[in-house]
């Protein structure tokens, strides 16, 4: 079992920048495939940027290739998110979320956090 709870969202002007945390308790945190997913209103969840156990695979959206930085340190069972240029189409609620195994399909997540709002003004 884990739990997650997200923190960082906020208000900010295009081209600022944000910095997302993902906490995570229970056991074997190092074991699971994180992943950032973010939703705007009347959409369906996306997929954003992955992580995997050691950080050396980190796959992301097309859409915040360049920007968005996602990190992960396992002594402390936190994940980051660094956003940089933000755009207004990246408002949503970004939520974090774990899994044995890897997906970039919000559907095959089992844990996920309750959500940080990101709202980017133009």
């Known amino acids: 079992q884990v739990q997650l709870v997200e923190s960082g969202g906020g208000l900010v002007q295009a081209g600022g920048s944000l910095r997302l945390s993902c906490a995570a308790s229970?056991?074997?945190?190092?074991?699971?495939?994180m992943v950032w997913f973010r939703q705007a209103p009347g959409t369906e969840r996306e997929f954003v940027a992955a992580?995997?156990?050691?950080?050396?695979?980190?796959p992301y959206a097309d859409s915040v290739k360049g920007r968005f930085t996602i990190s992960r340190v396992n002594a402390n069972n936190t994940i980051y998110l660094q956003m940089n240029s933000l755009k207004p189409e990246d408002t949503g609620v970004y939520y974090c979320?774990?899994?044995?195994?890897?997906?970039?399909?919000?559907?095959?997540?089992?844990?996920w956090g309750q959500g940080t709002q990101v709202t980017v003004s133009s």
């Open positions: 229970g056991r074997a945190f190092s074991r699971y495939f």
């Open positions: 992580i995997d156990w050691s950080g050396g695979w980190t």
């Open positions: 979320a774990a899994d044995p195994i890897a997906s970039v399909m919000a559907a095959k997540y089992h844990y």
